[in-house]
């Protein structure tokens, strides 16, 4: 399994703009007080608008650039 496999999810609905998407990525970790916290995940290109954002994790360039790395660009 390569990197960029073993970080994108399997489709569903992206969780930013509900749209149907083939590919996600983790794109938010939702930690509560108690009880388990949930994963959020998000197509590229939302993925790759929040990543620019002041608020999103250091992680999700780095994943996105794996990404990109192993793909040769971006995806939009």
Known sequence: MTAAAELLAPGGECAVCKEHADERVLVSLVEVGSGPGHSV???????????????????????LAVIDAERGGTDS
Not at 41 to 63: N, V
């Open 41 to 63: 995940h998000g197509c590229l290109p939302c993925a790759r608008r929040r990543a620019a954002s002041q608020f999103a994790p250091s992680w999700l360039a780095e994943d």
